[in-house]
């Protein structure tokens, strides 16, 4: 288990609260004493260390992969092999997903598709092709709401549910992999991956190809900066990854890289069995 975690930072957070809190009443009421700066203002003592507190948990919450809020992130794979994983985030996409799908089947390849829920209406047959070709899909809420991490546990665990059985109604598959929406693990979404007993997947590469300018921006990027047993996060409601992606996985493997999917680098389950 890691030390900086959110329970004891929590419990160093009240163990400091309690004791300048006994030693202002019972040590030093005068406020003569090296914490008399504070003693004599206790109120900001007080605002600083649940400012600091608060700066300490939301700072984390966007490092999934830390283990601060939930420990069990899949982050990456092996470092001494020269394998990677290729991840999509935002699909189906009717105008992007098809062509990233293209240049898979293309290369022989692998990937997990990390599907938002309400964007299934309309795309069934889209959503079934990934499926159908052997790619895993995977949970990334059902909405997507920019609001998703002001949600009750309650709220988060039952978009994840219902993203799970609208999948399953298409794919016959009950999905078991889960990637918060903008990778942001804070309290309320540690309990609802605890809740629907979901595997969280992280990354270990972000491509941010949805805020790139130019498709040489992020080829340059992607290829400079992959290390052996990356996860890469993609998007294939991306145009431009779609329009690059070809090019990224030749050049990757022109430098001895090697596609892998998310079971074979973890040997997990990607699906429940019923």
């Not at 190809?209 to 890469?232: F, H, M, Q, Y």
């Not at 431009?240 to 892998?260: H, N, W, Y």
């Amino acid at each position: 288990m890691k030390i900086l975690n959110f329970r004891n930072t929590s419990r160093l957070f009240l163990l400091l609260f309690g004791i300048f809190t006994i030693s202002r009443i019972f040590i030093c009421p005068c406020g003569q004493c090296f914490l008399s700066a504070f003693c004599n203002n206790p109120i900001v003592f007080y605002l600083g260390l649940v400012f600091v507190y608060l700066g300490i948990s939301v700072g984390m919450a966007f490092f999934s992969s830390s283990g601060f809020h939930y420990s069990n992130v899949l982050s990456h794979g092996d470092r001494s092999k020269p394998l990677l994983a290729l991840t999509f985030d935002d699909g189906p996409d009717p105008g992007s997903t098809p062509i990233v799908l293209d240049i898979l089947k293309k290369h022989r390849i692998k990937a997990a598709f990390f599907i938002i829920g309400k964007k299934i209406a309309g795309n069934e047959a889209l959503l079934q092709r990934i499926s159908d070709e052997g790619h895993i899909t995977g949970n990334h809420s059902w909405s997507h709401s920019f609001f998703w991490d002001f949600y009750s546990a309650g709220r988060m665990a039952e978009e994840i549910r219902q993203n799970i059985l609208e999948t399953k109604k298409i794919t016959g598959k009950r999905m078991n992999l889960f990637r918060p929406p903008y990778g942001v693990i804070n309290p309320m979404v540690a309990k609802a991956i605890s809740k629907t007993g979901v595997k969280v997947v992280g990354w270990s590469f972000r491509s941010f190809d949805t805020a790139s300018v130019s498709p040489e921006s992020l080829l340059k990027k992607t290829t400079a900066g992959i290390r052996p047993g990356d996860i890469l996060l993609f998007h294939d409601s991306s145009k431009l990854t779609a329009g690059i992606l070809d090019k990224i996985i030749v050049s990757l493997q022109g430098r001895g890289f090697s596609f892998i999917s998310l079971d074979e680098m973890f040997k997990l389950q990607t699906y429940e069995t019923l």
